[in-house]
């Protein structure tokens, strides 16, 4: 079987596929993937071979051009994969062979989906997060502050408005293409028909009565331990050097992310605690000299969490899944996109706190942090997590789910003008 994985967004998007990736590998499987050039020399270190839809240089220039504001940020992110659907059509068009391949597209790879539609190639849709399968009969995936009783309405506005923003888009290229327009909306035509695969447990977020009865969930997509690679030395060192320290990251291209870790570090001061700052590449943050805090850049979380006295980190779904495989107590600041819903389930989990970014100062957050460390309750709760994360195996069965879509389209395998 050859897989065609297409792949969109970024970090939190991309790096959960690689071990996906490797381990249809050693199953036997052919890999390309494909997606944002900024992660290509990542997939070629892990041994995946890798066609990028954009360069690395145009990566930096729509990152160079991100809007403090998460709504224009997302505005701008619309843009960005709107423009992309082509490239990745090509692509795919380039890559795929009849009989041969099936393709795993990520929910807003729209390329993909295109392609699907004018070949009949066997496709699914997977979702990192449980965000873009949001329904109005789950409360934990739409804001605290929006009362119960119109998600419906909420969830019918969001459609419309989705459609109205993204119909013209793809119906254009879906013109260019020779496909007919779309006569339902764009939020329903982004899932394939025949399979969606969720990588998350259905104890963080279960299936819903709308959900497409195809939808299969398998949990989070946990690299083997043996895959990671090891901490520096430097940083072994400093975590052998004392009590098990405080974790803090946050997400790629966070605007606030300076004042995050400078109020971070007030944090460890008044709890009298150690912490380490995985801060973003480039940024300059001065501890004070302090032998209590160490300041590095991004590390794996599968390597440090389970060494640390707690995750303090953004809600990315990502870093959420490695402090719970940890078994460690989690406090979020919710960036932006689906990290307040992440904070949401870890909180109902009863494993983590939460904050907003503008509430976050160490005067607030210290008090509360001391809470979550001292609480045994949490402290098990957080033990009874790491056992069920320990029976998931998301990779195996994400790869079962498209062997058995391969087998389906065996009989009847369409064939493509080149």
């Known amino acids: 079987m050859h897989v065609i994985l297409a792949t969109a967004g970024i970090g939190g998007d991309n790096l959960p596929l690689f071990p996906w990736a490797n381990q249809m590998q050693q199953a036997g499987h052919e890999v390309s993937m494909i997606g944002n050039g900024a992660y290509a020399s990542a997939a070629t270190a892990a041994g995946i071979d890798f066609t990028p839809i954009i360069s690395h240089e145009e990566h930096r220039r729509r990152t160079a051009l991100r809007e403090k504001s998460p709504l224009k940020a997302i505005s701008s992110g619309i843009e960005n994969l709107l423009a992309d659907i082509q490239p990745m059509y090509r692509t795919i068009q380039r890559l795929y062979r009849p009989g041969e391949s099936v393709i795993a597209a990520h929910v807003i790879a729209f390329g993909a989906r295109l392609f699907q539609d004018r070949w009949q190639a066997p496709l699914a849709t997977f979702h990192i997060s449980p965000k873009g399968m949001r329904s109005p009969h789950d409360p934990l995936s739409w804001p605290i502050w929006l009362p119960r009783r119109i998600h419906a309405s909420a969830a019918r506005t969001t459609t419309r408005v989705s459609h109205r923003k993204l119909s013209p888009h793809v119906n254009r290229a879906r013109a260019q293409v020779g496909l007919r327009r779309l006569t339902y909306p764009v939020r329903e035509w982004m899932n394939s028909a025949e399979m969606v695969i969720g990588f998350w447990p259905e104890w963080f977020a279960p299936p819903q009565l709308d959900w497409q009865p195809e939808t299969r969930l398998v949990g989070f997509p946990m690299p083997p331990e043996e895959s990671t690679p090891p901490?520096?030395?430097?940083?072994?060192?400093?975590?052998?050097?004392g009590e098990p320290p405080l974790?803090?990251?946050?997400?790629?291209?966070?605007?606030?992310?300076?004042?995050?870790?400078?109020?971070?570090?007030?944090v460890c001061e008044k709890l009298g605690r150690r912490g380490l700052m995985l801060t973003p590449a480039g940024m300059t943050l001065n501890a004070g000299g302090s032998r209590q805090i160490r300041i590095t850049g991004p590390l794996p979380h599968a390597r440090l969490y389970p060494r640390a006295a707690a995750a303090v980190h953004h809600g990315g779904v990502g870093s959420a899944a490695a402090a719970l495989l940890a078994g460690v107590p989690q406090f979020i600041v919710p960036a932006m996109l689906d990290h307040p819903e992440v904070a949401r389930r870890c909180e109902k989990l009863g494993v983590a706190d939460w904050i907003s970014p503008r509430q976050y100062r160490a005067t607030a957050v210290a008090p509360r942090l001391e809470k979550l460390l001292e609480s045994d309750a949490i402290q098990?709760?957080?033990?009874?997590?790491?056992?069920?994360?320990?029976?998931?195996?998301?990779?195996?069965?994400?790869?079962?789910?498209?062997?058995?879509?391969y087998e389906r389209h065996q009989l009847d395998a369409p064939s493509l003008a080149r």
């Open 380 to 405: 098990l709760r957080c033990q009874d997590m790491k056992a069920a994360m320990m029976e998931l195996n998301a990779l195996e069965s994400a790869t079962e789910l498209l062997e058995e879509l």
């Open 247 to 266: 974790v803090f990251s946050t997400s790629t291209g966070y605007s606030e992310a300076a004042r995050f870790f400078e109020e971070s570090i007030q």
């Open 231 to 241: 901490l520096p030395g430097d940083i072994e060192a400093f975590l052998s050097d």
